[in-house]
């Protein structure tokens, strides 16, 4: 089977690692057919869109979606937000960002949480305004039924599938009484449909105090848009940072997998950007795919890695990105 793989390289260090996603699938025993498209800036000045609808359109034709990261300018005319407008043209609710230990100084031991956001609405609905001539901003935030409905069935669903016994739904019910009120009576409604798996419900400040105090706790976190988004980066401090944090955008008919850390534009060109999350991310979508073998080999290659500091500087290794993607592509051939 050919996998059509879609890339999107955007700004900054965005085409580095997505060169780098590119070269180690090459050394995996599968096939795969790569078409590369534009978002971010770069694509904005060349073709006046961020994110043009021919992107848009592959996206929807593809297996599956590589995307590396993109710039975000100063207030210009008709710039958007690419990657919240991609997440909602496409219908991607669910934000995936698994948040697990790796075998290094920097990360805790015993953390395998995964945080399940919802990704199309919530504060983050695009639904703004300006009244009294400027002096007063408003944004509106969009909790629906079923917005909250499937992602938190999508939660219980992968807690069932990962043989994890608890979710914890964070919302802040106790002041955002309609909005978060409607999630989480949507959650102890889904819940009732898996008996075996627990519902634990926790404010989402005494969640970020928990995540610090005893990360180990959280098996899957499942919460709204913003929440989830600021958690899930607190999240990843413990198991490494940000250059290793990767996400999956899951929708129906298509799915998006990234790095969580940027287009980092001083490391453009300086062999300093780490490509670590990127080949998380390209783990997450060979799982996608349900090529579990590769996956796994892709990511033992990681690990072994990071253990050796096989790494670049930022993980106390002295490698460039290039020279990491050799040692991953290595080892991926010599397990």
């Given at each position: 089977?050919?996998?059509?793989?879609?890339?999107?390289?955007?700004?900054?260090?965005?085409?580095e690692v997505i060169a780098c996603a590119k070269d180690v699938l090459t050394a995996l025993p599968l096939d795969f057919d790569f078409t590369e498209w534009g978002i971010g800036f770069e694509e904005y000045q060349r073709s006046g869109s961020p994110l043009p609808d021919s992107t848009l359109q592959a996206i929807?034709?593809?297996?599956?979606?590589?995307?590396?990261?993109?710039?975000?300018?100063?207030a210009i005319p008709n710039y958007f937000s690419p990657v919240v407008r991609m997440r909602q043209s496409l219908d991607l609710y669910a934000n995936l960002r698994p948040t697990r230990s790796i075998p290094h100084e920097s990360s805790r031991s015993n953390i395998d949480i995964l945080i399940v956001r919802e990704n199309t609405e919530g504060l983050y609905s695009?639904?703004?305004?300006?009244?009294?001539?400027?002096?007063?901003?408003?944004?509106e935030r969009v909790i629906t039924r079923k917005g909250s409905e499937r992602i938190i069935r999508k939660a219980f669903d992968l807690a069932k599938q990962t043989n994890r016994?608890?979710?914890?739904?964070?919302?802040?019910?106790?002041?955002?009484?309609?909005?978060?009120?409607?999630?989480?009576?949507v959650a102890f409604e889904i819940a009732k449909e898996y008996p075996d798996i627990e519902l634990k419900e926790m404010l989402v400040d005494t969640c970020a105090m928990e995540l610090v105090r005893a990360p180990e706790q959280f098996e899957v976190i499942v919460t709204t848009n913003l929440f989830g988004d600021i958690l899930s980066d607190e999240a990843c401090m413990f198991v490494g940072g940000l250059g290793v944090a990767a996400s999956g955008n899951i929708g129906v008919d298509a799915a998006v997998f990234e790095p969580v850390h940027g287009s980092a534009p001083p490391l453009v060109g300086t062999g300093k950007a780490n490509p670590v999350a990127m080949f998380l991310a390209t783990?997450?979508?060979?799982?996608?795919?349900?090529?579990?073998?590769?996956?796994?080999r892709l990511q033992q290659a990681v690990?072994?890695?990071?253990?050796?500091?096989?790494?670049?500087?930022?993980?106390?290794?002295?490698?460039?990105?290039?020279?990491?993607?050799?040692?991953?592509?290595?080892?991926?051939?010599?397990?």
């Open positions: 089977m050919t996998h059509r793989i879609c890339l999107l390289s955007g700004d900054g260090i965005g085409p929807r034709h593809a297996d599956a979606t590589l995307f590396g990261a993109v710039t975000t300018p100063p695009g639904i703004e305004r300006l009244e009294e001539d400027g002096n007063r901003a408003i944004t016994g608890t979710v914890h739904v964070v919302h802040k019910a106790n002041v955002l009484r309609q909005t978060c009120g409607l999630f989480r009576s783990a997450m979508m060979l799982d996608y795919l349900n090529e579990v073998e590769s996956a796994q690990n072994e890695c990071i253990a050796n500091l096989e790494t670049t500087p930022d993980l106390g290794g002295s490698l460039t990105t290039s020279e990491v993607t050799e040692k991953v592509k290595f080892r991926i051939l010599n397990l």
